[in-house]
Each structure stands twice: as structure tokens, then as C-alpha cells.
Nanobody, 118 residues
Framework: QVQLVESGGGLVQPGGSLRLSCAAS????????MSWFRQAPGKGLEWVSY????????LYADSVKGRFTISRDNAKNTLYLQMNSLQLKDTAVYYC???????????RGQGTQVTVSS
């Protein structure tokens, strides 16, 4: 079955950086677009970023554009999210998801907590 395991979250000061990873298994990773979502405390699920199968096209939410970079290594079945210039508002649980973000109900991992605090 589909397994998505996020890692790399933690506590970071404003302006700092983190790189999230998502290890995928149970499906042919290279054949699927992938997405990142996040959920801040008390708020709904927010789409963050999207990447096509080969990594040639990427999209970002306006809230993270210019600060976050999505990438993938199809040989390692792994999705990444490089997060720079982190802000307090980036505090959330981050989830990777199998598929394009506009498709309802795509499978997600269990999430990794990112806390930005001074």
C-alpha cells in the first residue's frame, strides 16, 4: 500500500532553514506528480507546493514563493522541500501527498512538525 513518511521537521528560529524529506513506497514514485501541504494550529489544510513527475515543472503558493523549493529524486523515491527564510507563520505540520494538489482526497503521510519560534 501507499506509504509516505515525512522527516526533517523541528524547531528553528525566524530566518532559519529546514529541509523536509518524504520517503515514498508502495507505488511507482516516478510516475506521479507530488505535492506538499501544511496545517497550522487551528487552521485548515493549506497547499504549499507541487512538482511534476520529472521535476521539470513546479508551483508554489504565494505565501512561500521565493523562499521554499520543492524537488525530487526519483532514483531514491524521495520528495524534498527546502525551506529558507522561515517565518513564524510557517509553523505547521507539513505533509507530502501522492498526486496533484487539485485532486481531492489524495493520500498523505503522517506529517512532520515545523515550529518557527524565537
Amino acid at each position: 500500500q501507499v506509504q509516505l513518511v515525512e522527516s526533517g521537521g523541528g524547531l528553528v528560529q525566524p530566518g532559519g532553514s529546514l529541509r523536509l524529506s518524504c520517503a515514498a513506497s508502495g507505488f511507482t514514485f516516478k510516475n506521479y506528480d507530488m505535492s506538499w501541504f501544511r496545517q497550522a494550529p487551528g487552521k485548515g489544510l493549506e497547499w504549499v507546493s507541487y512538482i511534476t513527475t520529472g521535476g521539470g515543472s513546479t508551483l508554489y503558493a504565494d505565501s512561500v514563493k521565493g523562499r521554499f523549493t520543492i524537488s525530487r529524486d526519483n532514483a531514491k523515491n524521495t520528495l524534498y522541500l527546502q525551506m529558507n527564510s522561515l517565518q513564524l507563520k510557517d509553523t505547521a505540520v507539513y505533509y507530502c501527498a501522492k498526486g496533484a494538489y487539485w485532486i481531492p482526497g489524495i493520500p498523505r503521510g503522517q506529517g512532520t512538525q515545523v515550529t518557527v519560534s524565537s
